[in-house]
């Protein structure tokens, strides 16, 4: 089990990392834009990556390249709210091919998926920290280097507490 301690840290395994997490703390998600990183146990769905900035993963859980045209939405009017989607879109998202590093590596949670419930919130995700630390508006961010090391050492069963 992965541990996102409100702290700022996470714990796996013997390994402890800083991390930033939403903007305002681990708490009971209210809803979409409320820069709370959700408290609860999730799974791992997806890893996605940059094939041009990430070399090499190791782990046994399904991943997917970043291509241009992919977001992910953010709009509760969607019927693809906290979905995948393709660019150009008419409603609000999150694009995953950044210039900046953040999404070079995105383990995606499985929060509010099913059923998808309108406006409760949507990407919660565990990505790349900026050099800052900064907050986020809900995902957990760490270093790139710390996240390999706990891509190396997760699998599909393993799961993911915040709080």
Same mark, same amino acid.
């Given at each position: 089990?992965?541990?996102?301690? #409100?702290?700022?840290?996470?714990?796996?395994?013997?390994?402890?990392?800083?991390?930033?997490?939403?903007? /305002?703390? =681990? +708490?009971? #998600? =209210?809803?979409?834009?409320?820069? =709370? &990183?959700?408290?609860?146990t999730? #799974?791992?769905? &997806?890893?996605?990556?940059?094939?041009? +900035?990430?070399?090499?993963?190791? &782990? @046994?859980?399904?991943?997917?390249? !970043?291509? +241009?045209?992919?977001?992910?939405?953010?709009?509760?009017? %969607?019927?693809?709210?906290? *979905?995948?989607?393709?660019?150009? /879109?008419?409603? %609000?998202?999150?694009?995953?091919?950044?210039?900046?590093? !953040?999404?070079?590596?995105?383990?995606?949670?499985?929060?509010n998926?099913?059923?998808? !419930? +309108?406006n409760?919130? @949507?990407? =919660?995700?565990?990505?790349?920290?900026?050099?800052?630390? /900064?907050? &986020?508006?809900?995902?957990?961010?760490? @270093?790139?280097?710390?996240?390999? *090391?706990?891509?190396? /050492?997760?699998?599909?069963?393993?799961?993911?507490? !915040?709080?």
């Open positions: 089990m992965i541990i996102v301690k #409100k702290t700022g840290y996470i714990e796996y395994k013997n390994f402890e990392f800083k991390c930033a997490l939403g903007k /305002n703390g =681990i +708490k009971k #998600k =209210i809803k979409e834009g409320d820069n =709370i &990183t959700p408290k609860g999730f #799974k791992i769905k &997806t890893i996605y990556y940059r094939k041009d +900035k990430v070399k090499k993963i190791l &782990t @046994s859980i399904k991943i997917e390249k !970043i291509k +241009k045209n992919m977001g992910w939405c953010d709009d509760p009017r %969607s019927a693809a709210y906290n *979905k995948l989607i393709n660019l150009p /879109n008419k409603y %609000s998202y999150e694009r995953l091919y950044r210039k900046d590093n !953040i999404y070079d590596l995105i383990i995606v949670l499985n929060y998926m099913r059923p998808v !419930i +309108k409760k919130g @949507s990407a =919660i995700f565990i990505h790349v920290a900026n050099n800052n630390y /900064n907050p &986020t508006r809900g995902c957990v961010a760490l @270093s790139k280097i710390d996240l390999l *090391k706990i891509l190396n /050492n997760i699998n599909k069963r393993t799961k993911v507490k !915040i709080g």
